[in-house]
């Protein structure tokens, strides 16, 4: 499967629901909580219940993984039986760099693709201190 990531949860289901609409198997990672409602039914826990079948199953059937950066060094995806092929990290621009190496180290992908506008809102930085150090720079 492809990993598709987002800075944002609103993102993802964006991705997740687009993924979707083309015909794609899609899994988004992440608690049901923070999803939208049209995205809940993607989620691994509902399809795991769904199925009736193990976390790697539904993983190794997907042909999308969907979660937010930060979410992609989770131990969801850690020491996955298969390799993700790709990783495609949405609304890169959005996104801190430190952020965007989650996906990219933790995954280890053949290929990486970058999508992004650079006119977009920069990420948002909680802490004006790790701004200053350079922590809201995208990659």
């Given amino acids: 499967p492809v990993l598709a990531c987002a800075g944002s949860n609103t993102a993802v289901d ?7 609409k083309e015909g794609l198997r ?7 909580v923070r999803m939208e409602s049209f995205a809940e039914s ?16 539904v993983l190794r059937g997907a042909d999308v993984i969907c979660c937010t950066c930060d979410k992609a060094g989770s131990y969801i995806l850690f020491q996955l039986p298969f ?9 890169a ?9 989650i996906p990219l180290t933790e995954n280890k992908p053949d290929r990486v693709a970058l999508l992004g506008d650079q ?3 920069p990420p948002t930085i909680s802490s004006r201190e790790a701004e200053e150090r350079g922590l809201g720079m995208t990659l």
């Fill in 14 to 20: 964006n991705l997740a629901e687009g993924a979707r």
């Fill in 119 to 121: 006119c977009q809102l």
């Fill in 42 to 57: 993607l989620s691994l826990d509902a399809q795991m219940a769904q199925r009736g079948c193990s976390r790697d199953e």
């Fill in 26 to 32: 899609v899994v988004r990672i992440g608690s049901s």
């Fill in 93 to 101: 621009g959005q996104v801190t760099e430190l952020s965007t190496l």
């Fill in 83 to 91: 390799a993700i092929r790709g990783v495609l990290i949405d609304e």
